[in-house]
Every structure is written in structure tokens, then in C-alpha cells.
């Protein structure tokens, strides 16, 4: 959905305030039901799938049978409040329910550009829980960050402005409406012809007062004077000109409901899961497709050539008599005088009219075939020739692929062995390169615990020199003490400042004690340090994260070293902006894809988040590109 699409559909939904949200509903991952009451025992389903689309439905698909949590929240907060008014933000693709209940006012936004989110905030727009927690360049969709409720609409500047807006555009009068404006080509050619502009012309160049009465109409259209309907190239809550009306509807949600898919429910989905294809099976059926496609495709060019040439003389007086009237007349005004004389056989013929390409359609026979009016008759069948041959070259290029696929062997399923639980999953741990166990806490109790109970003669203690991080023991002799301190440096307050690198230091169990110095306090999970100890500097902080397949499958984590001996695949992290459970998302999606298609199926249950975010630091993380 596009903003002047959303836009119909606040206006059409605030038409039925007052309204009482009742129960909500979560269906997958991107999409959220809410049942709203209204008067006289009224009840609408809203609809969201963020990043796509809003609209009631007529409908919804059955509800998992234990509802997300995100779901569990927002009934929590929203159910049985008032909706107190549906607003846009400007132009933009982004829809606020304001909702009032007992003392206090929330807001449900949801946003319909790129990936989409759901947020729920406080009356100061102060987050509460967003569906998908990110962090942008310029704002932050987390909880506690207050969502800035901003939005552009170019209408709403003075006129004085908005001339001033088009005459510093360096764009096209189409291009600055469509995208300065944030409108879409199709509103934007739209606006261009309801103002009689050339769609080509310097921004600069045009009447700023023409155009901005246009926009101006075509919104006033689109909130009071709904006519929605489906065309051949979409959805509109307006008839746009020139397009191939296919179905009315009475309201434009009625037209979103008929024009999306349906939402397939849990059960449906489960029973439509196909049999899993082999790579080279897959890129068969594929070709399979394509050639049936190119056969489609010069089946009906053939016919065009064959009805333009049963119907020359015909055509050919139409490009004559459009190709002269366009030299002394527009395309709107040509095509007013095509409306007005719809008893003409010749104007009966033509359908639909492309001021932008000047052409025509025509209906021959039947079939739909496009004319460009300044060419002859010869060089438009020219054209269709060209594609047929076009799609003849390709049939023969997808036929001699086929022919050259040579079946893959089949391979023979290794036998995975999940990792047993033992003692230490519970800290966090390593195995270093040359085999010895690497444990450190998450928090200061597990600190506590590591230095007290598990802490031995022959161990080592490691801290990274900064405030705050995890009390390290390496359990025996290493000679890989560098990936002992990496991880100590990468699990510390460093990396939560933004800082590569930290000094480390390193003491004998004998040297750690929680005595304090008279008059001094040791704080839970801290530790007194006493004699020399071994120092490493300026130590690079880094973590990667991986699969384990042998000799048991498992998520590991820890220094890169370490790591990319043991796992099949692996990434590499470093400080940076995305929060852990995001950044356990990410990594999960890159493992992957890095694993063979065959094979992914068979880690499912073991690469989980929960599983992921074990291994990765606090604070904020990128995933560094190979």
C-alpha cells in the first residue's frame, strides 16, 4: 500500500468511529488481527500485516492455538479501551490508533514501509514494546525510546512553499511528486493529468498553484469520493485514467480483502507443505515453467500479428487519423473526443488510451493488442515479430539447459549427534585451540560462584582491566593464552563502550581473594588482586559464532581462533549497533545461507536464538563481511 492508499483507509475507518477494541490476534510473524465494536452491536476485523498492508476483512484466518506474546501484551494493554481517533502520519506509510483506557491514552502504530513493525506506546509515545525491536541510523524502535511521531506531506505546506519546494527540484514535475513527495509514479502521473502538465517537464518549470490544486483534489477524492476497484495493474481506492476497470467495490477495504491472498491458517499451512525437491529437481521445474511461459507468450503474439493483419485497413486509419490529431491536440483532449463519440466503429475499437508511450489499445477480435500511433502499421506488427522471436530464442536456450543437467549423486544423510548438556553450559565457555576448557560468567553471582566453587590450584584467573566484564578461570595448562584474553577483552564493559581492543591481565587462583583492604568494600562478583600479575595489551576484542557438526552438532562461540578450526560455518562479530536478540536473528539467517540446502533442514532445532545469543556479547554488535 502506497500513503494515498493508507490514506483511504484512515479516512474510510475513522467513517466508523465510535469503535471498542475488543480481542487481538497474532497469525505469523508480520500480521496482527484486531476485532473492533462498534455501535448498534457492530463488529469489524482489522487486518495489519506490517510492511504490506491494513484493511478490515471480512474474515480472519484461524488464530494459532497459543497466541504470541506480542499479542498476549497488546490485549493486555488495549482490550476493551475506546478508540479515540485513526490517524496517518502525513503522507507516509504509517497508521496511529489512538486508544483510550481507564486514565490513560495508547497508541498502536503500525508501519507499512520496508520490513513493517507493530509499536505500542505510552500516551508520550514513549515505546513499550515494539513487534521487531531495531536500531536506525537516526531513531531507535526499542522499548523506552520515545517514537517520534513525524510525517511529510507536501500538501500541507503553504502555497508559497510548495512553489518554492518544485522550483529548487532538479527533477521532473513526475519524478519531485513521486518521490519528494513520496506519492508513487502511478499518483503522480495521475496528479500530472489532472493538472494538463507534461508528466516530462523541469519541476521548476510548471504552475506550482496547477499542480498543488491537483494533488489537492485527488486526496479530497480519495477521502470523500471513494470509488474503489481492481485494474489490470492493481488496487485503487480512485479510478485512475486510463486504466482497465475489472471490478467495483463499495468500499476500498472490500477491494484490499478481494485483491490480497488470503492468509493461509496454521492448519492449512501444514497440510500445504509439498514434498522437498532436490536442488536440481527444483532448477527443472523451474525450466519446465519458463518454457511453458515462452510458449504462452509467442502463442499470443502470433495471434496479435494474425488479427493486426485481418484487420489492416482498420487499424492503419486509426494510426492515421491519432498519429495527426496528436500533432494539434492533447491526449486528454483526444481522448475526451474519443469518449464523446463511443458510436463510432473506429472508437468503439479502441479500449484504453497511453498518453505516456502514445499509444493506444485496441480490442481485435477479442484480443487486446497495443498501438503506437506514430509509427506505421508494418513497424507495429514489427514489434511483435521481435518478441516472438525474442521468447523463441529463449525457449531454445531453456531446452538446451535441459538438456545439459547432469543428475546429481544422491548423498548419503550423515547421522547428526546433538551435544549433551554438561556443567559449564551454563557460564559462558570455549574450547581453545589446543583443547583445554574456557569459563567466565554472565553476571557478578556467576562470578561468585566460578571463583568459589570452581576456581583450582592449577587454573588461571583472567580479567579484562576495565570496569565491569566477566571473571575468566582456564581450566589447565594452555599455550593459547591469547584466546583466553580475546575472550576475556570481548565479554567485558569494552565491548559494550564501542572499543576493539582492552588490556588484560592474568594471576594464579592463590593471588584472587574477596578480602578487602581495612576501611575498603568488595562489591558482589568483584575480586581483590594481590602481587604481579601477567599483562596483555591492547588485546582485539572479537567473538564468532558457528556450527559444530563433529563430533557432536552444536551452536559454539568464542575467539575467532578458536572457533573456525571446529565449525562447519561460522560468522565473525565486533562491537557495533544492533542489540543481542537482533543480532542472534541476523547471525542465524547468514549460518544459513551459508550451509548447502540439503543439509539446513537437519540443524533447524539446534540453530535457534536461544541457542545463538548464548555466545553473544552485551552491548551492541555488527556482524563483520568477510
Not at 124 to 140: A, M, S, V
Not at 161 to 170: R, V
Request: proline share 4%; with cysteine.
Amino acid at each position: 500500500m502506497s500513503g494515498v492508499d493508507l490514506r483511504a483507509l484512515v479516512a474510510e475507518a475513522a467513517d466508523r468511529l465510535p469503535l471498542w477494541v475488543g480481542k487481538i490476534y497474532q497469525f505469523d510473524a508480520k500480521t496482527l488481527g484486531i476485532r473492533l465494536n462498534g455501535e448498534d452491536k457492530a463488529k469489524y476485523l482489522l487486518l495489519a500485516e506490517t510492511g504490506r498492508r491494513i484493511h478490515f476483512t471480512a474474515e480472519f484466518p484461524k488464530p494459532p492455538k497459543h497466541p504470541p506474546g506480542f499479542a498476549m501484551l497488546l490485549r493486555k494493554h488495549l482490550e476493551g479501551g475506546r478508540v479515540l481517533s485513526i490517524r496517518q502520519l502525513g503522507i507516509e506509510r504509517t497508521m496511529s490508533i489512538d486508544i483510550g483506557k481507564r486514565d490513560t491514552t495508547y497508541h498502536l502504530i503500525f508501519e507499512v514501509f520496508d520490513e513493517g513493525n507493530a509499536i505500542l506506546c505510552d500516551e508520550g509515545y514513549t515505546i513499550i514494546k515494539p513487534l521487531w525491536h531495531h536500531r536506525f541510523r537516526d531513531r531507535d524502535v526499542v522499548p523506552g525510546a520515545v517514537y517520534a511521531f513525524e510525517g511529510t506531506d507536501c500538501l500541507a505546506l503553504p502555497p508559497g512553499e510548495f512553489q518554492e519546494m518544485l522550483a529548487q527540484s532538479d527533477r521532473d514535475i513526475v519524478r519531485t511528486l513521486a518521490v519528494g513527495c513520496m506519492l508513487g509514479g502511478a499518483y503522480a502521473e495521475e496528479i500530472c493529468l489532472m493538472a494538463g502538465v507534461d508528466k516530462n517537464a523541469a519541476a521548476a518549470d510548471v504552475d506550482a498553484g496547477v499542480v498543488r490544486d491537483a494533488y489537492s483534489r485527488l486526496l479530497a477524492d480519495v477521502e470523500q469520493r471513494r470509488d474503489p476497484v481492481i485494474t489490470r495493474s492493481g488496487c485503487w481506492p480512485v479510478v485512475l485514467a486510463g486504466e482497465d476497470v475489472r471490478e467495483r467495490f463499495e468500499t476500498f477495504s472490500e477491494a484490499l480483502d478481494a485483491f490480497y491472498p488470503r492468509i493461509a491458517d496454521a492448519a492449512e499451512k501444514t497440510a500445504a507443505k509439498k514434498p522437498r525437491l532436490s536442488r536440481e529437481e527444483v532448477i527443472r521445474q523451474r525450466q519446465t515453467d519458463a518454457i511453458r511461459g515462452f510458449e504462452k507468450k509467442i502463442k499470443r503474439y502470433e495471434r496479435v500479428v494474425e488479427v493486426l493483419y485481418e484487420n489492416y485497413t482498420a487499424v492503419t486509419g486509426i494510426i492515421t487519423a491519432l498519429d495527426a490529431a496528436s500533432r494539434n491536440q492533447s491526449w486528454q483532449e483526444i481522448e475526451e473526443v474519443l469518449r464523446a463519440n463511443r458510436d463510432n466503429a473506429a472508437a468503439k475499437m479502441i479500449h484504453a488510451v497511453h498518453p505516456a508511450e502514445a499509444a493506444v489499445e485496441l480490442d481485435l477480435a477479442g484480443e487486446r493488442v497495443k498501438i503506437y500511433v506514430h509509427e506505421t502499421i508494418e513497424q507495429n506488427i514489427g514489434r511483435y515479430y521481435d518478441q516472438i522471436k525474442k521468447f523463441k530464442k529463449k525457449k531454445t536456450g531453456a531446452l538446451a539447459a535441459m538438456e545439459r543437467m547432469i543428475p546429481a549423486k544422491a548423498r548419503r544423510r550423515e547421522r547428526l549427534i546433538p551435544q549433551k548438556k554438561r556443567w559449564y553450559h551454563r557460564f559462558r565457555w570455549f574450547i581453545t585451540s589446543d583443547g583445554v576448557l574456557v569459563i567466565g560468567g554472565r553476571d557478578a553471582s556467576q562470578n561468585e560462584e566460578l571463583v568459589k566453587r570452581y576456581m583450582e590450584g592449577g587454573d588461571l584467573f583472567i580479567h579484562a582491566d576495565v570496569h565491569g566484564g566477566s571473571v575468566v578461570i582456564v581450566k589447565g595448562a594452555t599455550e593459547r593464552l591469547h584466546e583466553a584474553a580475546q575472550f576475556a577483552a570481548s565479554y567485558s564493559n569494552a565491548w559494550k563502550a564501542g572499543h576493539f581492543s582492552a588490556d588484560v591481565y592474568a594471576a594464579r587462583p592463590d593471588q584472587v581473594s574477596k578480602t578487602a583492604e581495612s576501611g575498603e568494600y568488595v562489591a558482589r562478583g568483584s575480586f581483590v588482586v594481590r602481587g604481579e600479575r601477567q599483562y596483555f595489551r591492547n588485546v582485539p576484542v572479537g567473538v564468532a559464532i558457528g556450527l559444530q557438526v563433529a563430533p557432536e552438532v552444536a551452536v559454539i562461540g568464542g575467539p575467532p581462533d578458536a572457533v573456525t578450526g571446529r565449525a562447519k560455518v561460522w560468522v565473525t562479530l565486533q562491537p557495533g549497533q544492533y542489540e543481542p536478540n537482533d543480532i542472534a536473528r541476523k547471525v542465524i539467517r547468514v549460518l544459513r545461507d551459508k550451509l548447502p540446502e540439503d543439509e539446513g533442514k537437519g540443524f533447524k532445532g539446534i540453530l535457534n536464538t536461544e541457542a545463538v545469543a548464548a555466545f553473544v556479547p552485551p552491548g551492541g554488535s555488527d556482524i563483520v563481511e568477510p
